[in-house]
């Protein structure tokens, strides 16, 4: 990967919903990764379409980290919103 890819911007993930997206930017943000919410006001201006979603995007080079910081998340929460078995 040369320098210019490293520093290109690509999309991360598509989110169900904007705050879905700024959740997962601040998450990201709190590791350390550079990253950017787009699409999270289209649909204020252009009503519910399909396929117009919020999505997260980083650096090239932090792609492969944010994919993991992001499943390490989205673990944390899935295991926060289980109820608790031992009661």
């Known amino acids: ?3 210019n890819d ?7 993930t598509s989110a169900a919903n904007p705050f879905e997206a700024h ?5 990201l943000k709190d590791e350390g990764i550079r990253c950017q ?6 649909g204020g201006g252009l009503g519910n379409i399909p396929g117009m979603m919020a999505e997260v995007w980083v650096l090239a080079a932090d792609l492969e ?3 993991a910081i992001l499943r390490e998340y989205e673990d944390r929460t ?3 919103a289980q109820p ?4």
């Open 23 to 27: 959740d997962w930017e601040h998450a």
């Open 37 to 42: 919410v787009l699409g999270d006001y289209l």
């Open 6 to 12: 490293a520093n290109e911007m690509v999309r991360l």
């Open 1 to 3: 990967m040369t320098t």
């Open 78 to 80: 899935e295991e926060v």
């Open 84 to 87: 608790d078995e031992t009661r």
């Open 65 to 67: 980290r944010a994919e």
